[in-house]
């Protein structure tokens, strides 16, 4: 597996594209990717990278719907036809995103159908690479992530952060459920899993357990609960 990030636009969105170099070996002469999240300026950094190492794009998979994510999603899809796939209860976005912004932004947003619907404990492959799909609602309603066991590592868009978590105060969002998301879905991995997320520096499972300041009492959880609903 290799792993290429972008930082991408106005906030800073990471993007993934991971890579199955072993098919390559094996004889393929293009390796199968798959594009974690599509914000903007996606297009401009991945298709660069893209047709210099002759990818083929199988999948362009969104970790939930807020436009600092998949705001490149439709021109991505154009380019590479490559199907895109989202948990159901984030889809609303993707179809009507300029009248569920959040705020009013000074551009519109391209609608995209999504192709395929991710469901908790769903298995996606990229040539040998096998993913699990984790549904991590709070910070959105349909929020997932994304583990490769084998390799030990997991894209969590903005469920969790270096030291930090996604926030919980746009419609959709939930502290309760987000927290309950991180204590049993997150913090079940591995310690020594590689963590990449939706903003920030790549971190481990571990690490978060001894450093993140939203999961210092996460065995208490109530008391979690009390501080971030009311730091929101």
């Known amino acids: 597996m ?3 990030p972008f930082e991408c636009g106005p906030l800073a969105t990471n993007c993934y594209l991971v890579i199955d170099n072993q098919t390559v070996g094996a004889g393929s002469e293009s390796a199968p990717t798959i594009v974690i999240d599509a914000p903007p300026d996606a297009v401009s950094h991945l298709l660069p990278v ?3 190492r002759n990818l083929k794009i199988e999948k362009i998979i969104l970790t939930h719907t807020h436009w600092d994510h998949t705001l490149d999603t439709a021109e991505l899809k154009r380019y590479t036809n ?21 705020f009013k932004l000074p551009f519109e947003i391209e609608a995209v159908v999504p192709d395929i619907y991710l469901e908790d404990g769903m298995k996606i492959n990229c040539g040998l690479l096998e993913f699990q799909v984790l549904h991590t ?10 583990v490769n066991f084998e390799n030990n590592v997991a894209f969590t868009g903005d469920t969790i952060f270096c030291r930090s978590v996604g926030r919980t ?3 959709g969002g ?15 991995l591995p310690d020594d899993m590689m963590v990449y997320s939706g903003h920030g520096e790549p971190t481990t499972i571990g690490d978060e357990k001894k450093f993140n300041p939203f999961l210092d009492e996460i065995i208490d959880f109530d008391s979690v609960v009390s501080v971030l609903s009311n730091d929101s």
């Open 82 to 102: 490559a199907p895109v796939y989202v948990h159901k209860n984030d889809e609303y976005r993707l179809l009507k995103p300029n009248e569920t912004s959040i």
């Open 174 to 188: 939930s502290t309760d459920t987000l927290l309950s998301s991180i204590k049993n879905k997150i913090l079940t």
């Open 50 to 52: 893209i047709k210099k």
């Open 2 to 4: 290799e792993i290429i």
């Open 169 to 171: 105060d746009f419609p």
């Open 137 to 146: 609602p709070g910070h959105t309603e349909g929020g997932i992530c994304l």
